[in-house]
């Protein structure tokens, strides 16, 4: 399937885009800025310029599916975050609905729908990524929605823990590596039970396949 990374050049999104190619698709490497593109390819993406404040049709045209692992990140202001996070993830979502990119994996955040469970300096962050959550969950498309804890850098281990609800969130407790959020929303493409289901993840013991079968 040609999918389409929003998000692509990201820490997360490099590996996304890495997967896709090895388990057989087509990525579409979404980015803002052409000087990224070399390093792109050569993972097996397609490049096309995309920026999530602009119409992005360009970039998802022919494709069949999509991953949003775009953010403003933490060294931009709360404005951003709306900009970016909540805006630019609804105008992808709807992008994506005209062009018939009817497959949709969102990176999403742990503990969006209860805000107090984290820090309240991710309060307003939670609150961007839950309007886009809904949104998606609106749109008639066939989403995934991946919540995971925080992210490290980590090699993966192919081991999580899922649940709607993983309780309040530390650092300490509730991590998890990029390598096994990416394979995550990359073997969603693979699992049709992961149609409509919304999830939280973290570190744990269970098997990707197994825990991605159990949803
Ligand atoms: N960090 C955490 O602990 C954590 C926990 C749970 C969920 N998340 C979610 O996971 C996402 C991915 O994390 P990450 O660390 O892999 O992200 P990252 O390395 O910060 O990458 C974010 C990507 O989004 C792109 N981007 C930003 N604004 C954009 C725009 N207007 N149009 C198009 N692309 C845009 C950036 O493009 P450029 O390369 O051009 O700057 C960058 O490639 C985060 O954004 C966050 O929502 C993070």
Request: proline fraction near 3%; aromatic fraction near 4%; glycine fraction near 10%.
């Given at each position: 399937m040609?999918?389409?990374?929003?998000?692509?050049?990201?820490?997360?999104?490099?590996?996304?885009?890495?997967?896709?190619?090895?388990?057989?698709?087509?990525?579409?490497?979404?980015?803002?800025?052409?000087?990224q593109r070399d390093a792109l390819e050569a993972l097996g993406a397609?490049?096309?310029?995309g920026d999530l404040e602009k119409p992005v049709g360009y970039a998802v045209r022919e494709c069949r599916g999509a991953v949003f692992a775009a953010g403003s990140g933490s060294k931009t202001g709360p404005e951003k975050t709306i900009d970016v996070d909540q805006n630019g993830a609804m105008a992808f979502i709807e992008t994506c609905v005209r062009m018939n990119a009817r497959r949709f994996v969102m990176l999403s955040s742990i503990a969006v729908d209860k805000p107090e469970r984290g820090p309240e300096s991710l309060h307003h962050y939670f609150r961007a990524k839950a309007i886009a959550d809904r949104h998606l969950q609106a749109s008639g498309l066939n989403y995934t929605i991946v919540r995971?804890?925080?992210l490290t850098n980590e090699p993966g281990?192919?081991?999580?823990a899922t649940g709607?609800?993983?309780?309040?969130?530390?650092?300490?407790?509730?991590?998890?590596?990029?390598?096994?959020?990416?394979?995550?929303?990359?073997?969603?493409?693979?699992?049709?039970n992961t149609?409509?289901?919304?999830?939280?993840?973290?570190?744990?013991?269970?098997p990707i396949a197994d825990a991605l079968k159990a949803l």
């Open positions: 040609k999918v389409v990374v929003a998000g692509a050049n990201g820490l997360t999104g490099r590996i996304v885009l890495r997967l896709l190619k090895e388990a057989g698709h087509q990525p579409v490497a979404m980015i803002r800025d052409f000087a397609e490049c096309r310029i995971p804890g925080f281990t192919g081991t999580i709607d609800d993983l309780g309040p969130i530390a650092k300490e407790t509730h991590s998890v590596t990029r390598e096994d959020v990416a394979r995550v929303l990359v073997d969603c493409f693979a699992q049709d149609v409509e289901k919304t999830f939280e993840m973290i570190a744990g013991e269970t």
